[in-house]
């Protein structure tokens, strides 16, 4: 059985936690770009993830704020299912992936701590995983939060 080290992450989940879910902060602000919300659709958005496991990684809400999938409503359900189709042919067109992991975390012991449900993209290269995460307990993203949003908004144009 392979395991997924992710010991970056430690930091995040350590840290004090600001009580308004971010999702929610980021869906009602008008501030996108500090925000990394990199696409508002009718019922859900794209934001990129601020602690990634890897460049590019996006996660799609809706703007309601629910826990539980089996609340979600069939047009919120199916905007998340087009904006995936979306945000993979957006990371193709810019990052060219390999590959991508796509799930949602459900209840907080699988780690869905903000409680406000989201699908994970994460894009995939051969060889993305090295020595250093073991060795060092460092990962290493290789793109700025800020260049990965810019190159992404270049292309929206060429994917909407």
Not at 23 to 32: I, L, N, V
Not at 65 to 85: A, G, R
Request: positive net charge; charged residues 25%.
């Amino acid at each position: 059985m392979k395991q997924l080290w992710a010991p970056w992450r430690m930091s995040y989940i350590l840290s004090k936690k600001p009580k308004e879910c971010f999702f929610c902060k980021a869906s009602k602000e008008r501030r996108d770009m500090e925000n990394y919300v990199l696409y508002r659709g009718k019922k859900c958005f794209i934001i990129l993830n601020a602690f990634p496991y890897n460049n590019g990684h996006l996660m799609i809400a809706p703007y309601n704020h629910i826990e539980d999938i089996e609340k979600l409503s069939n047009e919120e359900l199916i905007e998340m299912m087009n904006l995936l189709k979306f945000s993979i042919k957006l990371l193709n067109k810019t990052l060219k992936p390999h590959g991508f992991n796509i799930g949602f975390n459900l209840g907080k012991i699988a780690g869905a701590g903000e409680r406000h449900i989201h699908m994970h993209i994460v894009p995939r290269w051969m060889g993305d995983t090295n020595f250093m995460p073991i060795i060092a307990n460092t990962k290493v993203i290789s793109d700025s939060l800020k260049h990965t949003y810019q190159e992404l908004t270049k292309n929206l144009k060429y994917v909407t």
